[in-house]
């Protein structure tokens, strides 16, 4: 039974809890502070819980005492309080408390991490998955453990292992994000490039299945089962926090975790404009932060979010799938809520938050038309709301808003927006000269001329108040992209890539000296070359 303990214990070790609880009638719980996380579906029953304690942690000694600690197979120790039961009402209770020393890793350490994870077959998988079925059964009851996909390892925590296993060395790399596809090793997005681990093996769906579902919240198992999809949050204590997207494809599963900062993130370090900064300090009205997927708009969110909670004294409500950054109160309240885990849905989570006294709230993507709606109605109601949509310039987002209403509803809403909207920031991530990225805004800040434009539906002239109005700290994409090329962060060519009005910046660059046909031409031999040898 050591190996259902152990399943537990290491949850509780990888989630950065401070103990668990296993009290006799009541589910498992991971602890942290005031917050409890079930562990279990099920209550505990009395039998199982001294089975456990029999098979893992027995009494000693000529006066049968409870030990004090208990180590897990990978060295390990936590702390141990064992309260007995009796029959007159009293449960029983064991605390497993975790020794924060323990988790300071050492090439022994995982050396021993290592060999627990390792896949086993044969009698003894057979053997590993009877041993762990009690604790994946209560977790999912009617479930199997051949159900679960732990076939290639011994137990879910021994999956969880090899996947973080795997996740520390993304971290190690600097990837954004870790590929995990069947018949592939590894891969990994450096510096905007896909590169693969060539030091690991290849796939085979029932390692990646087992790896990916050890780290699924139940309601994400579920809907991966029903739907061959699903978005998650996992967590490394003192290390990160990974977005997580599992599928099915052609070959089997598949999944991207991309690297999320433990720490969260200030507008300093992402260099935001002071006119931008200022957007944070409206007590009403809405700010979109915009790009293509992998632009970095949850990081420049977060910034934004950080300065209001490092200088303001207000109620902060976010409704984000999965909840990425994790904030601590500093100056402001902040409620966090997780679409499938805290509500049903953004529109829902969205509508309640007006009878939750928030003053600001972020919506973590504006999805549907219903969602826009309350979101536009909240910002003119008296409170400031940020969210996020997937467009790649000022102009081009106040358009995908108006045109997502019925034709009959269009004109209200551009009313409404040229009322509401204070400000759009749409990015793109750059590969940065020597390494790493770099964004580039376009800001657009909503002054009466362009309140008018919006009323009047002519945001085709948008660009052209950004470019007469730069003094303000209005930025139109083009721009940002040259002062990236002038301060020597960025290639000529990548600006070029990455802009939208590419014959403008190509004339710009053309007049800096820069030929961009010439550029392509330069780029495509040293492709060829590079792959002739």
Known sequence: MSATLDSILDLLHSRGMDDALLREGEPIMLRRGEQSVPVTRQPIAREQLLHMLDGSIARAGAEQRWPSDYALADGRRVGVQVSEGNDEGRPWQVVFARRRADDVVTPETLDRRAAAAAP????????????????????????????????????????????????????????????????????????????????????????????????????????????????????????????????????????????????TVTVEEMAITPEVQQLCYLTKGLVLVTGPTGSGKSTTMCALIDLINRTRNDHIITIEDPIEFVHQNKRCLITQRQVGVHTQSFKSALRAALREDPDVVLVGELRDLETVAIAIETAETGHLVFGTLHTSTAASTIDRIIDQFPADRQEQIRVMLAESLKGVVSQTLLKKNGGGRVAAREVLLVNAAVSNLIREGKTVQIPTIMQTNKRLGMVTLNDALMDLVNAGDVDPLEAWTKAIDKAAIAERLKAKGFDVAALQRQREHASGASGAA
């Open 120 to 263: 086993v077959d044969g009698a003894k998988r057979r053997q590993g998955d009877l041993e762990a079925s009690h604790f994946t059964n209560v977790h999912h009851p009617g479930r199997r453990a051949s159900d679960r996909g732990w076939g290639p390892y011994a137990s879910r925590a021994a999956a969880l292992l090899e996947l973080e296993r795997l996740l520390r060395k993304q971290v190690a790399s600097g990837a954004a994000d870790l590929h995990l596809r069947v018949g592939e090793p590894p891969v990994l997005r450096v510096r905007g490039d896909l590169e693969r681990m060539r030091d690991e093996p290849p796939f085979t769906d029932a390692h990646l299945t087992a790896i990916v579902t050890a780290a699924m919240p139940p309601r994400n198992e579920a809907e991966f089962a029903e739907r061959s999809d699903t978005d998650f949050a996992h967590e490394i204590a003192g290390l990160a926090r990974f977005r997580a997207n599992t599928l099915k494809d052609r070959n089997g599963t598949a999944a991207v975790f991309r690297t999320i900062a433990s720490e």
